[in-house]
């Protein structure tokens, strides 16, 4: 039976809008020519990011479409971190090996990243670093440097930047782009008259002007960024400026400005935000009516907390349309707790965690579950279990955001694959926990959290608040759990005038009161479980909780979350090698598209549908077989914590579909 | 169920006979009514255990949350209606013990909701373990062994903590604990009553017996002001509370030991950030518009326009 509910779901942009639908062979074909790619690394804390955003905004601006992830240790200061950076005429949303540019901070970057130069690739370090090796480097893991040791000593090198420069050039076919940051710094120092010691906090300046050098960015371009970044600081925009001048002349006299130079972008959107995946579900909540989220502090989480407290005074031009209550909590027990507290006075409330945290609020989801209380939880996951690897990527707790928790009760589980999913999926988040009346758990990663890109603002056309079934007129008999009208009941809220209700974590009768009465319990029960039932008629299968790119073909990918960019793009390249697959993206867990993930599955041989899922146990293919009873036998994992970058994806399908193999691990990236 | 203004539901109390929960039901019961507050303007949120149980005996809004919890999930139903009287009951073991963490984050927020401890040493519900506010060395009778662990003090606690409200009742005296009760449900930020109770099953120590031999009122102790009327005078008053709060033994006082009328409450902070928290609190937002949201896709861009960069040719 269906019962009558209100409100309309939101529909708009379940299918994301790249590539267009239907149309990914158009999507296919500009191929990565028109793209550079960079990588640039030095200790935490060195201004990296700084750099990168300087680009990303200068690149943006110019009408180029930026991608761009970061490595990083659980450190605050002087550990190796790096950002990879994919400047190209379409957005790209994975990884792609093969940088155009490794420009280097300090030495642990080239020693660490020599060995992915390839032909062509310019290598920007510091002279003054040539003779560092391994063991100089503290902050290197022993097995790096044993590694590295090895590398260079087989093939007859010497264990330093030079010898590792070296190699990469005579080995790799790297182009060496030597500078002496020292002596631009006080070239700085003397342009601008001040101590040398001071023109040190422009040193990240050096490697971000010769990347945008080597690239032909022009200077006013470059100025722009500057501008951006350190707006109403124009002594900091200057003194950058100026380095970034002397840097190019320097490129200019080793004969490399220009040479990687991008070709002029296609016309496009003529503004984009530059989001992470962090900000882009901070947006998506706004939109969709979030006004109450709480949290605990956690990485890869918190920055959506901080990006919604940063604006929590919604004002658009001087016109007030309320605040975001952000609440840090003294845990993720109290986080959970008080997000449904305030979901109980009928404000649409979240709380955003990871792994860790998550495992904290599981007593409270099951509180959430019993009461019908519509609380949406985005977990972001990382490394685990337990601390793991905070600040790696992974997709090992979509059994934990499934099955966690005692007892039984409804919750939907939903996924998003890219910034775009993700801000459409946090509004559809909060809709679908308060048209169901229980918690949502919108699950992301580290890669797609701390991944940065150029999204064209997002359109709301069409895009709906479904509050769900509301209670008309309730008084003071009002029945919080009134059954009578099917599994959803009428909600009213705590603090609504002439009304008062009951809830409580035991089972309870339509008021709110603990009853055990096994009539009861068998009705109760049996109406909660059923509103799943209820979202798997109301939520289409194909295009909503799982859509396929491309159709046919020699095999099937199926994945999900941040796996979906490096699929398509991976798709995109075994086609131009003669071998043509589909990608199944798997969104929504809970209700499971088990009618149509079967059905495309079946067009299959067994062997040519391959899981693709950065964890060991690969949790969806498990999923798909527990739903539909078909069996993923074939495999490409990676649980490094370091994201699925295109080569070795594709690589890897050509092994198992042309090679015979069953189950490829991946292990690309430092 | 009919609109009741005494606060009374027809739920069946199903505490032990003699319990000190039912002075505590009582007490609250008649101050809500001669506060003169209606049922959907308070909400009583509990914990786990005998006094989990109270919302149900109540009429108005009740949440009877996990063990421990109770402070949390009454701080979001605060911060989203800041407008609603919030008042928390929970036990020593659910505030002190599973929940402590939770006691002392609210006492540094100050937030305007009222925490009632029913403290009667023991965990009843799980038939007498010894609860953190029973002291070392005691043997009640479900104990196999006299306790190993010293008892916390929860008045010390409190204004450890920052409570701004801190006081003791005693759950056989129904007048006064009332009156207290209403004290600190008018009072601006957070308050805690901690409220002796007999365990007329499991405790056999600490019994009415032993209570009414011991309690005497603060008020009738010559000179004891526990009001903070101005800043300057936290220290000191403070200090006072604590060496008082000391007294445990012949005599058990009973009555206001700290109350703090200049601190902010943490609603009035928020409201200093967020200049449209107090008239247009979380709950009360209006956030679509005909279905729609209120904020457009233009409206997003202007409120989060340091992210937005434009092409420049």
């Known amino acids: 039976m269906r019962i009558p509910i209100w409100g309309v779901v939101c529909t708009r942009a ?36 700084t750099a990168a955003q300087v680009l990303t905004v200068a690149y943006a601006m110019e009408g180029y479409r930026v991608y761009s992830t970061r490595e990083y240790f659980s450190n605050i ?85 030079e010898g590792a420069v070296r190699y990469a050039e005579a080995e790799l076919g790297a182009r060496p782009l030597p500078l002496d940051y020292q002596a631009l710094l006080r070239s700085l120092a003397g342009e601008l008259g001040i101590p040398a010691t001071r023109a040190r906090r422009f040193l990240n300046t050096i490697p971000l002007a010769a990347i945008a050098s080597l690239t032909g960015l022009e200077l006013d371009a470059l100025r722009a960024g500057f501008e951006r970044r350190f707006r109403g600081r124009q002594g900091v925009v200057e003194g950058n400026m100026k380095l970034a001048e002397i840097v190019y002349d320097t490129v200019a006299s080793a004969g490399l400005r220009g040479a990687l130079k991008l070709e002029p972008p296609p016309e496009g959107p003529s503004e984009y935000f530059i989001v992470s995946g962090n900000d882009v579900v901070a947006m998506g909540k706004v939109a969709g009516g979030l006004r109450l989220q709480t949290y605990y502090p956690i990485t890869p989480a918190a920055d959506e907390s901080f990006t919604l407290e940063a604006h929590e005074n919604l004002e658009a031009d001087g016109e007030s349309l309320g605040g975001v209550v952000v609440f840090q909590t003294e845990d993720e027990i109290a986080a959970i707790s008080a997000a449904i507290g305030g979901a109980l006075a009928g404000a649409r409330a979240a709380t955003a965690t990871s792994g860790p945290g998550f495992d904290l609020m599981v007593e409270a989801l099951g509180w959430a579950g ?34 966690s928790g005692h007892g039984e009760f409804p919750r939907i589980v939903l996924s998003s694959g890219d910034h775009e999913e993700a801000f459409y999926d946090a509004i559809k988040a909060m809709n679908w926990a308060e048209r169901y009346q229980t918690p949502v758990i919108h699950v992301l990663d580290k890669f797609l959290a701390n991944s940065i890109v150029t999204l064209p603002p997002p359109s709301l056309e069409g895009v709906k608040i479904d509050r769900g079934l509301l209670a008309a007129n309730p008084g003071p008999d009002y029945r919080r759990f009134d059954k009578s009208g099917g599994p959803i009941s009428p909600r009213a809220f705590v603090g609504q005038e002439g009304v008062v209700m009951w809830y409580t974590g035991d089972e309870h009768d339509e008021y709110g009161h603990i009853d055990e009465d096994p009539v009861n319990r068998l009705r109760m029960h049996e109406a909660r479980m059923r509103k799943l039932e209820l979202a798997a008629e109301e939520i289409p299968e194909e295009g909503e909780r799982a859509i396929l790119y491309g159709d046919g073909g020699d095999f099937l990918l199926v994945g999900w979350g941040s796996v979906k960019g490096a699929a398509l793009e991976a798709l995109e390249t075994l086609r131009g090698e003669g071998l043509r697959g589909a990608y199944l993206h798997l969104r929504v867990f809970e209700p499971f598209p088990s009618g149509y993930v079967s059905e495309v599955l079946s067009s299959y041989p067994p062997g040519r549908v391959i899981a693709v899922e950065a964890s060991y146990n690969a949790m969806a293919a498990r999923l798909v077989a527990q739903h539909t009873g078909r069996r993923i036998e074939r495999f490409i994992l990676k649980w490094t914590g370091r994201p699925i970058y295109v080569g070795e994806l594709a690589r890897a399908v050509t092994r198992i579909v042309e090679g015979g193999s069953v189950r490829e691990v991946l292990t690309y990236g430092a | 169920m009919v609109l009741r203004m005494d606060y009374r539901t027809d739920v069946w109390v199903d505490w032990c006979p003699g319990c000190g929960d039912y002075g505590i039901l009582t007490a609250l019961q ?96 799980t038939k007498g373990q010894a609860s953190p506010t029973l002291p070392a060395g005691v043997k009640t009778k479900a104990l196999p062994k006299p306790n190993l662990q010293d008892a916390v003090n929860p008045i010390a606690l409190a204004v450890a903590s920052g409570y701004t409200f801190v006081a003791r009742a005693y759950a056989m005296d129904v007048n006064h604990l009332k009156e207290l009760i209403k004290l600190a449900v008018n009072h601006k930020g957070s308050a805690v009553i901690d409220i002796l109770q007999p365990c007329v099953t499991y405790n056999d120590l600490y019994t009415t017996e032993w209570y009414r031999r011991r309690v005497y009122k603060l008020d009738s102790e010559p000179g004891w002001d526990p009001v903070v009327r101005d800043p300057s005078e936290r220290e000191e008053k403070a200090s006072r509370a604590l060496e008082k709060a000391r007294e445990w033994g012949d005599r058990v006082p009973v009555g206001i030991f700290y109350w703090d009328q200049t601190r902010e409450p943490f609603e009035e902070r928020l409201a200093r950030r967020i200049p449209s928290y107090l008239d247009s609190p979380p709950a009360l937002q209006p956030i679509e518009r005909g279905g729609a949201p209120v904020v457009d896709a233009e409206r997003l861009k202007r409120i989060f326009s340091g992210y937005l960069v434009r092409r420049r040719r």
Request: net charge positive.
């Open chain 1, 14 to 49: 379940s299918t994301p809008s790249w590539p267009p639908r239907g149309s990914l062979e158009a999507w296919m074909g500009l191929g990565v020519v028109r793209e550079v790619r960079f990588l640039v690394g030095g200790p935490q804390g060195s201004g990296l990011e």
């Open chain 1, 77 to 161: 200061k002087g550990r190796h971190s790096y950002i990879n950076v994919r400047v190209s005429h379409r957005q790209a949303w994975a990884p792609r090996e093969e940088p155009h540019v490794i420009a280097a901070i300090d030495a642990e970057t080239v020693l660490t990243h020599f060995r992915e130069a390839a032909p062509g690739t310019v290598i920007v370090y510091d002279t003054a670093a040539s003779k560092v090796g391994p063991d100089r480097v503290p902050s290197m893991e022993r097995e790096e440097k044993a590694r590295v040791k090895e590398t260079l000593s087989r093939a007859g090198y010497p264990a330093s930047v």
């Open chain 1, 370 to 403: 019993i009461n019908e209380v519509p609380v949406v939880v985005t977990l972001y996951q990382r490394g685990g279990p337990s601390t793991g690897m905070p600040t790696r990527g992974s997709q090992q707790d979509l059994a934990a955001a499934l099955f």
């Open chain 2, 30 to 125: 008649k101050a809500l009514a001669e506060l003169g507050l209606k049922p959907w303007e308070v909400a009583i949120v509990s914990g786990i255990g005998c006094s989990g149980k109270t919302p149900h005996f109540i009429y108005a809004n009740g949440v009877h949350t996990l063990h421990g919890r109770a402070i949390p999930f009454a701080t979001g139903l605060k911060l989203a209606r800041p407008d609603l009287k919030v008042i928390i009951d929970g036990g020593d073991g659910d505030l002190l013990g599973i929940g402590a963490g939770h006691f002392v984050a609210l006492g540094r927020r100050n937030l305007d909701v009222t925490v009632l401890i029913h403290d009667n040493q023991v965990y009843g519900l």
